[in-house]
Each structure stands twice: as structure tokens, then as C-alpha cells.
């Protein structure tokens, strides 16, 4: 279970994010108020939302979840693999040294975004991404196991990050799309497969029982629904025009 998410109102800097898309640019004022309806959305699953000032400076700093990862038992500070992206890291400590006593950081020698890292029970898997490395995410690996935590590497070469293709929905299940239908990591679980037309939605995200789903992917949404999950929509057609899904715009812990 969940309790508090922290997020970060987006900047007009947004405009200038990173991004392979191809969807054209973000339209800023609606951006806003798809990140406003994400905070409703997060709070309706039972969360107590922490909102983050924008950060002019830094384009991409709404997608909070790539520059901290935040476990039962530690939290750790990343080291992003984008340069444009490191100095987000300080703008995150603060928030998170309200709620945590343990905290470590990846070191420069490694790179590390927590959008390749996916939680599954005490178990952590780390994709190999042109944003994290072998070094980062061995790093990792060595800071989870002082907690009894343990952590396991993904190679893979489709995708921007690891959860861009593969989420975990709990109760043994991931959705999945391309490489990730049959890479052998993941072999344990029941992989529901996302359509290539709607590979964005397969960054779904579970909290407490609810599955949010981004607005506009309705095979995936009707899929979802059937396995008997309570789902909510939530619209993010500005961040997707970023690489950003849902997943990427909260830290949730």
C-alpha cells in the first residue's frame, strides 16, 4: 500500500523537454490541467499528495520518479543519464528527507533513472537503458541488498526505459508490449500483452487497488477491467508528447 506521492508542477520549460515522439510540442496550459487531474486521480486511490514548485531551469522536471527511488526502507538519489537532467536531483532532497532517514545517492561513476527501475514486492529490476548503466545499476543492487532488499538487471534495446514497455500490476501480473512479451526475466509472471497501436498505455500504473490508465488507450482500458481491476482514466496526451507517462509524474510511497 501507498500513502503519499510527491509531484512536481510542470514549467513552461516543458516546451523544450526531452523527447523522441514526434507528436509535436506540448500545449503548456494543458499540460496543467492534466497534471492537476493526475493529483485528483492520485488522491482518489488514498494518497496525500506533496505538489513541488516548477522548476524554470529544468524542462523535464515534472517527471519526478526518474531522479529518486523511494523503497519501504531507504530512498536513494539518482544519477541521471541525461546531463540536462542531474541537477534535478538537489531540487528532490528536500521532500524527500521529510519522510526518510535513510538516504543514499548513486555516485557520478554511474547512471541511474528510476524510470528503469520496477518494484516488484522487495525485489527490484533494473533496465539497461541509454540512461542507465551497468555501473549505476550495480550500485543499486548493493544499496538495496543492505536492506534485504535484492535487485536484478534487464538488458534490453527497445525502449526509452524499462517501464515504457513493462508494468507491474501486483497478483503476479505485468502488462507488456514488444521485447518485453517474452524477455526470459520476467518469465514468473502472467505477461498481458498491450497492442502495438497501444504500447503508451502499457505504463499503467497500480496504487491500492486502482489501476490508472491513461485517457485515450480503450483496448487497454476495456483489458485491464476485464482481469477485474478498478481502473481510473487519466488524461496525459502533453506528457506523453515528452516520452513521460503515468508512472514518470509522481513518486509514490
Not at 54 to 73: G, I, M, N, Q
Not at 182 to 193: K, V, Y
Request: glycine content about 8%; overall charge negative; hydrophobic content about 45%.
Amino acid at each position: 500500500m501507498f500513502n503519499y506521492a510527491i509531484v512536481r508542477t510542470p514549467s513552461q520549460a516543458m516546451l523544450h523537454g526531452l523527447t523522441e515522439a514526434n507528436l509535436g510540442p506540448p500545449d503548456y496550459h494543458l499540460a496543467l490541467a492534466q497534471h492537476q487531474g493526475y493529483i485528483e486521480a492520485l488522491e482518489s486511490c488514498g494518497l496525500t499528495v506533496v505538489t513541488l514548485p516548477a522548476l524554470e531551469a529544468f524542462p523535464d522536471a515534472c517527471f519526478v520518479e526518474d531522479v529518486a527511488l523511494l523503497t519501504p526502507h531507504c530512498a536513494i538519489l539518482t544519477h541521471p543519464g541525461a546531463p540536462s537532467r542531474r541537477g534535478e536531483v538537489e531540487h528532490i532532497e528536500a521532500a524527500v528527507r521529510q519522510h526518510y532517514h535513510q538516504i543514499h545517492r548513486i555516485s557520478p561513476q554511474g547512471h541511474l533513472e528510476a524510470g528503469d527501475v520496477m518494484m516488484v514486492g522487495s525485489h527490484f529490476y533494473i533496465g539497461l537503458s541509454a540512461r542507465t548503466d551497468m555501473a549505476g545499476a550495480q550500485e543499486l543492487i548493493a544499496i538495496l541488498e543492505q536492506y534485504g532488499m535484492r535487485g536484478s538487471v534487464v538488458t534490453m534495446s527497445e525502449m526509452l526505459h524499462l517501464k515504457t514497455g513493462i508494468n507491474y500490476l501486483e497478483n503476479n501480473r505485468m502488462l507488456a508490449f514488444g521485447e518485453m512479451l517474452t524477455h526470459p526475466a520476467f518469465a514468473q509472471f502472467e505477461r498481458i500483452a498491450i497492442q502495438a497501436h497501444e504500447s503508451y498505455a502499457a505504463n499503467c500504473v497500480w496504487i491500492n487497488g486502482t489501476v490508472l490508465v491513461p485517457a485515450g488507450f480503450p483496448e487497454t482500458l476495456a483489458t485491464v477491467q476485464a482481469l477485474g481491476y478498478h481502473t481510473r482514466e487519466v488524461a496525459v496526451s502533453e506528457f506523453q508528447k515528452l516520452d513521460g507517462g503515468l508512472s514518470c509524474l509522481s513518486l509514490r510511497f
